[in-house]
């Protein structure tokens, strides 16, 4: 059983399109993260949650924005998408904030044309 | 600003031997460290960390070192093993902070 999931693995969309991305954790961790790893290998932090509260907001596009419907799911929706977006996203989920690893889904490899 | 730096962006050792990937720190808050390992097309996954108010942990063929002076840390893996080819994370943060930051990773080829 995965203990953080993404969906969807893959995506390959055009440019200007607005999609999504799903994440959830069945660890029943507090935290949630998404990071973007782009093109040179960088794991970046962009967002993070806490119980459904955004604590973590680096500087992101306003086309960027997460949602936590509730604390085991975190959803990515990016608007008018850019070949520059074109990245893979992963997301995370941790027990409270301090002092525990994070746990990382699978990635989805994000492809804009 | 990158605050954590994995300098070497790849490393090839035999099978059998010592493999040494190196990170070091800027940010003097960062008392918690981790180490991940990560595989094509896979997410990161945790292998190990240290607290500040150690200097070494050992797990399996896992050792990490912390240098706080120098801000550096270590990971040693003894033997190194083909399976064990994958990039490897270093990652900071610190009590209280919901960060956790990442370097760029070095890729580890161990040759068989």
């Known amino acids: 059983d995965t203990a953080v999931s993404q969906t969807p693995k893959y995506l390959v969309t055009q440019m200007g399109n607005d999609k999504s991305i799903k994440c959830e954790q069945n660890?029943?961790?507090?935290?949630m993260y998404w990071y973007k790893q782009d093109s040179k290998k960088f794991l970046k932090i962009m967002f993070s949650?806490?119980?459904?509260?955004?604590?973590i907001n680096e500087t992101v596009p306003n086309r960027f924005s997460p949602k936590s419907p509730d604390k085991a799911h975190l959803n990515l929706h990016i608007n008018s998408l850019e070949l520059g977006d074109s990245a893979v996203y992963f997301c995370?989920?941790?027990?409270?904030?301090?002092?525990?690893?994070?746990?990382f889904g699978q990635g989805t490899r994000l492809t804009v044309v | 600003d990158q605050q954590v730096k994995q300098n070497s962006p790849s490393l090839s050792v035999q099978e059998g031997r010592i493999s040494i990937l190196n990170c070091d720190y800027t940010n003097s808050m960062f008392d918690y460290f981790l180490w991940y390992k990560k595989y094509p097309a896979e997410g990161p996954t945790f292998l190990i960390s240290?607290?500040?108010?150690?200097d070494k942990n050992e797990d399996g063929r896992f050792t990490v070192f912390l240098n706080k002076s120098a801000k550096h840390l270590s990971l040693h893996i003894v033997p190194s093993q083909p399976g064990d080819s994958a990039v490897y994370f270093c990652a900071a943060t610190w009590a209280g902070s919901y960060q956790l930051t990442f370097g760029k990773g070095t890729k580890l080829s161990v040759i068989p």
């Open positions: 660890l029943g961790h507090d935290t």
């Open positions: 995370a989920s941790r027990a409270g904030g301090r002092g525990t690893e994070a746990f």
């Open positions: 240290i607290s500040s108010i150690k």
């Open positions: 949650y806490n119980n459904k509260e955004l604590i």
